[in-house]
């Protein structure tokens, strides 16, 4: 599968071919940043896959839950972190967490956050990070100050519909 191994789950995926992602505390959020966030998960629908995104307004159990806080002096811009319960095998999410931490976010350019919640969104599908050697126009490089993509490779692109199916 596409991806390096560095993240845990990579080879993870949902069941359903349509996710829901939630954004908490989106009157917090600056414009800039969540509309980024919202088209970081979008540019994924355009992949050919048999899979789709789509914002939900309930907070209730969504399958993934989007935060953006300040989270300090973290090494991190975002993060992403996966559960299981006990209907699900281990590589079959049941909700993912992604969290933008503000504190880091706040001097990037619009095209580099698209690019981070691109990036994020990508994990969410089960895609692992990428060597820049291995695909240089990849959204799953995981050197913030290296990638530039703000929309999936053909390769990545790829990965999705043999994760999902077209």
Not at 124 to 144: E, F, N, W
Request: charged share 15%; proline share 2%; net charge negative.
């Amino acid at each position: 599968l596409y991806g390096d191994g560095q993240d845990p789950v990579s080879g993870g995926h949902w069941l359903i071919n349509s996710v829901g992602f939630y954004i908490y505390g989106e009157s917090s959020i600056g414009s800039t940043l969540l509309s980024k966030i919202r088209s970081g998960f979008s540019v994924w629908n355009s992949t050919g896959a048999d899979f789709e995104y789509y914002e939900t307004s309930s907070v209730a159990n969504p399958d993934v839950m989007v935060f953006c806080s300040y989270y300090g002096n973290t090494t991190w811009e975002a993060i992403t972190s996966f559960g299981t319960d006990s209907h699900h095998y281990a590589n079959e999410y049941s909700q993912v967490k992604i969290q933008f931490n503000q504190s880091k976010l706040g001097g990037y350019s619009a095209s580099k956050l698209a690019g981070i919640a691109g990036h994020e969104a990508g994990h969410a599908l089960g895609l692992a990070h990428v060597k820049a050697s291995y695909d240089a126009s990849a959204i799953m490089i995981p050197d913030t100050e290296t990638r530039t993509a703000t929309r999936p490779s053909d390769i990545e692109k790829r990965a999705v519909i043999e994760i999902y199916g077209e």
